[in-house]
Each structure stands twice: as C-alpha cells, then as structure tokens.
C-alpha cells in the first residue's frame, strides 16, 4: 500500500512535522469535479486526472467530500459501505490510483469521514429492521418506542437538521397489494438528519470498534487524514431529553443542545488520535464541529484529540471590518492554549458560494437565493480570499472558488436533489447552487466537465469562468489564486505562527504587520487614503496609486523593518 510514501511529502513551509499547520486543503466535491466517463457525474478517475492542476494551483492536501457506496439520499452523506466505493465514482483501485498520484505530485489527500449516520441500506439498519423489536443489532442505533396511547408519537421533540421530526416510525413490510403499517410496539428511531441516515448509537461498542477499523481501513491505503462529518453529534444527552423548544434550527449554534456538542463525543477522539499517532507521515483529523462559540470549537484540538477544527466562525463573518477583527482575534486567542492552529474558510458545500453571499446585503446567512451584485461579489471576494491566505493558520479552498464562481441561485424546482429543499420547515434547500459542476474549457456546456453533460446545469455565462479562459489572464481569478498560493509558500511570515500585529488604520480598514509583511484590507465601498512605504506584491483589484487603498480591495505588501 502507500502508507509509506506520506512521510515523505513536502510542507510549505519546508518543515515535516505539522505540515498541516500552515497547510492550504482544497476541497473536492467528487461528482461536480470532473467526469471521465461522459455519464454527466465526476468521478475519481476524473479527480486523478486533474489532480496536476490542483498542484499547479499550489495547494498541499485535497480534502474529497464522500465516494462511499451510498444510495445517495444526501449526495453520499448517508453511508452503506465505509470499505467500499459507490459505482458512480469508481471503484478501490480507483481510489488507490488517487492517493498514489496525489502522493508522487506532493500533495495529500484527506478522504471524508461519516460517523454520526449511516444509510438505512446499512446492513447493520437493514437487518435490524427484519429482526424486528429487540434485535440487538437496534442497540447500535437509536430505536425507542413512541409516546401516546399507541406509540403514535415521536419519543422526544427533537427536530431534523433537514425539517420535520428526527425520528420515523418503523413501518412492517406490506404484503401483496396492501401497504405499509407500523410495526407492533411502534419502535421509531433517530435521524437527526433525512430519515434515510439513522443516527449510530455510539454508547455501543461494536460501533466504536467498527469506525476504530474503519479508520485503519484507510490509513492503510494511504489516506493522509480524515475530516469528520458532523463530529459534534456522535454523543446525545442521557435519556435523550426533550428540548422543549420549536425551530431548533434557528437555535443551532447558539446553545449547546442535547444532541450536539456532547462531552462524551472528547473521548472518541482520543482513541482516534491514538490510532493516526501509530502511523508515519502525520496524519490528521479534522473537525466539522458547529459549536455555539469558538472556544467550545477548541476543545476538539486540544493536543490528544484533533489537529484541527473548521472555523465557521469567520465563515459566517460578513466582509465588515470590525467583525471580522473579532472574529480573526478571538479565533486566535481561543486556539492559543491548546496550540492548535486556526482554520480559515469562505465557502463550503453546504453553503452560498462567497461571491454571492457578499454581493448581497450583510446578515442575510449563508444561504441566499438571489445572486446580487455580481460585480461587487467578486470584487469582496477576491479580497476576503487575500485576507485569509495572510493569516496564520491553515486555509481551505472550496472547488470553483479559484475561479471566481458565483451561486447558481436560479435552478430549476425539477432538477434539484438537496433532500432539504424537499422537507418543509428544514434548512432553505438550496445547496444545489454551490454544488453545480465547475468549468474547465471550452464555450458551452458542460465545459470540459465530461463528454455527457452535467448532472445539474451550468449556466451559459461560464464559458468566461472556465480554467482555460482564465489561464494566462493577469487579471483573472484563477491567476490571482495561483499567485497567491505562491507567494504564500516563499515567503515564511504567511500562514505560520499564532499571531497578527495589527496597525492604526482607518475605519473599515484592516492592517496587520508580519515581520516584513504587510496586509492591508479595504472593506468599505469607497477608495481610503493609507500610504504604505513598501512594494506591492499582490493586489485583489486595482493597484494603489498615490496611497489610494480601492474600494473592497485587500493588498499585500513589502515592507521595510523598524
């Protein structure tokens, strides 16, 4: 296998231990990345093939979002076999193949791990539910019986993160021409997501030791690391209390809930860390832990658990000087005493691309549903993308970001599949939009994607957004991002240490010193004078002319000492 070859990888900053301190991941959502066999789906031969251009790009490790075999009732987030690999993207040798070329050109790869759910075509949930009530195997879930005189009720009032109820009645098998009835004893069980995704019950042993196997399963491939889906949620409060409350999902991230944020989820963690601490090459764990602040967020990295944590934090900033100083302060002083490096992201797959969440008036969340003002949308994110790329810490990068892309906030009803949007009172449901395959060339759909289109529409105007037609372009996006990501790997005061050295600037500015580093983010829609004596290295926008910092444009500069 390939285990061995990961002690052997570069850092950016030329330094083996905690490669991942300072590390820039990319994230790959394997069906809109790239199709190699023209059936309108990515795949991973199709990843392994561009995976030269993600080393181009001058990233360090690529994250890939789930390609486990799944019946895909929430695009692989609901797992059937952790071993295995959906057809849809290929097959183990594929797999293999990726981690091996990712590995020969520097790069790592960190596969995406599902602990908190499964699917209900799990084997495990399968034969739980033939066996009825008081299968053992429904101990390595959460079956409870219903409330009311017939079990007709749910047994608390916990809420799906996808709307609704997050338990569903176990109906017994129809027989010929007749329909599903519940079960006798009225057993329900947990999905604190789509009734497809049962929740595991990991007060069970057999669950412990199967994901503990899980992980050794792909360590021995060689996967670099593993980021954790919803690692606040393994653990629920005792006796799965009520909550007492409606619309918990306008809770979430607020409150510690019964569900979330668990004390008991620490020591799972420990004896993962335990497990990558046996193998070379530094493997890592990473944690998609929503917590109410972000010093609960630091609990998960503190030096026996987890490497690091996502900072939804400043994912959620709006581009406003003031807020994201707070958020860039807090985040470093919380991850301070457990010497854990802060994370930095703008986008994800679950949220509104940033070049539409900043083309829109603040506060409006992270799912939007109107695209804004394009123009002024790319011109903030160009500058939050310089932003982030100069603070100490690891940053993400989403696919399709490089490339400026927007939201596609006008998809058509018929061709969407975030099983949110089909769930009343869940979460808006339009994830879809920043899941749209991204473009590598050509003048019409789908872009060089693949040869069969796409499996949902790309709009017309990304003929102009695509790799090829941004490559060599000394303005585009594209360019700015792989100049940045090389400055940033020459130059040792970028995303190393622990701290920032903020200067005097003026309201809506943002300045910070790093030995002879200066970044300086314009965050108001007009252009402010700050005179800067130094060189400017990279600019977001226009070029700053007689100490003239544009509007929404974040520089990089030169300094001298003293």
Known sequence: ????????????????????????????????????????????????SRLPYLKELGVDAV???????????????????????????????????????????????????????????????????????????RERFHFRPGKGENGELPPNDWESIFGGPAWTRVAAPAGDGGTSQPEAGGEWYLHLFAPEQPDFNWEHPAVQDEFRSIL?????????GFR???????????????????????????DVMPFFDQEGVHEI???????????????????????????????YVRPDEMQQAFNFQYLTSDWE????????????????????????????????????????????????????????????????????LALPGSAY???????????????????????????????????????????????????GFGTGGSWLPQPDSWAELSVEAQTGDPSSTLELYRAALRLRRERPDLGAGESVDWQEAPAGVLVFRRGDFLCTANTTGTAVRFPVAGEALLSSGEAVEDGVLPADTTVWWQVTSG
């Open 228 to 254: 954790v889906d919803v690692a606040h949620g393994l653990v629920k409060a005792p006796g799965l209390p009520d909550l007492g409350a409606r619309d918990q999902l306008k809770l979430l991230g607020n």
């Open 397 to 447: 990068v989403y696919q399709g970001e490089e490339l400026g892309l927007p939201d596609v906030t006008d998809l058509p009803d018929e061709v969407r599949q975030d099983p949110s949007f089909f769930r009343a009172a869940g979460q808006d449901g339009f994830r879809d939009g920043c899941r749209v395959p991204i473009p590598w060339s050509g003048t019409q759909a789908p872009y």
């Open 1 to 48: 296998m390939t285990q061995h070859l990961a002690d052997a990888l570069p850092t950016s900053t030329g330094t083996l231990p905690g490669w991942w301190r300072d590390a820039v991941i990319y994230q790959v959502y394997p069906r809109s990345f790239a199709d190699s066999n023209g059936d309108g789906m990515g795949d991973l031969e199709g990843i392994r």
């Open 321 to 388: 000087a003031t807020a994201l100083r707070e958020v860039i302060d807090g985040s470093l002083a919380a991850m301070r005493p457990v010497g854990a490096p802060t994370t930095w992201v703008l986008s994800n797959h679950d949220v509104t691309r940033h070049a539409t969440r900043f083309a829109n008036p603040a506060g409006l969340g992270t799912q939007l549903r109107e695209p804004g003002d394009r123009e002024l949308g790319l011109r903030r994110a160009r500058a939050a993308t310089l932003l982030m």
């Open 216 to 224: 050794r399963f792909w360590l021995d491939l060689g996967a670099d």
């Open 63 to 137: 994250w890939l979002s789930p390609f486990y075999a799944s019946p895909q009732a929430d695009a692989g987030y609901d797992v059937a076999d952790y071993r295995a690999i959906d057809p849809m993207f290929g097959t183990l040798h594929d797999a293999d193949a990726v981690i091996r070329e990712a590995h020969a050109l520097g790069l790592r790869i960190i596969v995406d791990l599902v602990p908190n759910h499964c699917s209900d075509q799990h084997e495990w949930f399968k034969q739980a539910l033939r066996e009825g009530s008081g299968s053992r195997l």
């Open 269 to 299: 963690y420990r004896s993962w860390r335990r497990i990558l601490d046996e193998y070379e090459g530094d493997r890592v764990l990473v944690a998609e832990a929503w917590t109410p602040t972000v010093e609960r967020t630091a609990r």
